[in-house]
C-alpha cells in the first residue's frame, strides 16, 4: 500500500490534471482535433476501459499509481464536462434539470459504490479477482446500453 503523504500527493496530481483538461484540453480536443462531443465521450471511455483493465493491474511502485492515474483523471475530466454537455444540447428543455440531476445523482452513486464493490471483489476474489469483476460490470454494461440504444 501507499503511505499517506504519497495517496496525498496522488489526489493532489488527479486534481491538478482534471484542472488542465477542463481549461485546455476540451477545447484543444474540439478545435485542433476537430472532437465532437461525442467522439470526446467515446474516445475517452475506450481510454478508462483500457488503462482500468489493462494498465492498473499492472501497478507496482508509487511512480507507475502516477502514470497510470494521467489518462484516467484526463478521462474523467472529459467525460463529465462532455457528458453534461451533450445531455443539457439532447434533452427537452422541460425536462433538462431531471436529466441533469439523474446523470449526476447516477455518479454520485457510482462513487459510492464502486469501493465497495471493489473492496467486496478484493475479499471474496483476490487482487485479480476485481479486474476481473470489473470486466464482468463493464461487459453487462455494454449490453445494457445496446439494448437501450434505440439508434
Known amino acids: ?3 499517506q503523504q504519497q495517496v496525498g500527493y496522488l ?7 482534471a484542472a488542465i483538461m477542463n481549461v485546455f484540453g ?8 476537430n472532437m465532437s ?34 489518462p484516467v483523471a484526463l478521462c474523467t475530466s472529459a467525460l463529465y464536462t462532455t457528458s453534461t454537455s451533450l445531455l443539457t444540447l439532447l434533452s ?3 425536462s433538462s434539470g431531471a436529466v441533469l440531476g439523474l446523470n449526476h445523482g447516477v455518479r454520485t452513486i457510482c462513487r459510492v459504490l464502486g469501493p ?3 473492496s467486496y471483489g478484493i475479499t471474496m476474489y483476490g487482487y485479480d479477482g476485481v479486474f476481473r469483476l ?3 460490470s463493464c461487459g453487462v454494461g455494454f449490453v445494457l ?7
Do not use: D, Q
Open 116 to 118: 465497495m464493490v471493489a
Open 26 to 33: 476540451i477545447k484543444l480536443m474540439k478545435t485542433k482535433l
Open 37 to 70: 462531443e461525442g467522439s470526446i465521450v467515446k474516445f475517452c471511455s475506450l481510454i478508462l476501459s483500457f488503462t482500468y483493465l489493462v494498465i492498473f493491474p499492472l501497478i507496482s511502485s508509487p511512480l507507475s499509481a502516477f502514470l497510470a492515474t494521467a
Open 11 to 17: 489526489m493532489s496530481f488527479v486534481g491538478f490534471l
Open 134 to 136: 470489473c470486466g464482468v
Open 1 to 3: 500500500g501507499f503511505e
Open 92 to 94: 427537452p428543455p422541460s
Open 145 to 151: 446500453c445496446l439494448l437501450c440504444v434505440k439508434n
